[in-house]
């Protein structure tokens, strides 16, 4: 019996670390502002691997409602996005999420669209279990032409 509580406080510990390793370094975070009406909104950010093994985003999310990682692709001539399922980032880069390129996504919002000024929660989660809680302030920026924000998603 002693045994068996002594091994499992030990995996209890070994998932606790886990967990808890070195999240990666977030750039500018910022999710653009945009009309109270809107289905989907874009969250930007970079996303450099510090550590020595690579890293995969896998999931993102938020009280504020359901996050889908996004990339944006060229299909018959336009920019489409599209849900991914693993975001690799390898030891030592940086990857970008950034208009036109990689994004989250967030739509279903609990209380609405996060307005003007506002900030956001959101938890990445990478494969290897670790999470990482960033905040990630709604701003106005100018919009780029690369991007295209397709009126339902
Ligand atoms: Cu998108």
Known sequence: MRHKLLLASALTCALSSIVQAAPLVVNEPWIRAMPSNSRVIPIFFGLENITSSERVLVAMYSPAGEVE????VPVDGMMKMQPIMALPIAAG???????????????????GVPAEGETVAVTLVYANGEEQQIHVKVIRRAKTKTMQMPATN
Not at 69 to 72: D, G, K, L, Q, R
Not at 95 to 109: D, I, N, Q
């Open 69 to 72: 990682i996004h990339e944006t």
């Open 93 to 111: 880069q940086k990857v970008m999420l950034k208009p036109g390129g990689y994004h989250g996504m967030m739509s279903s919002f609990t209380h």
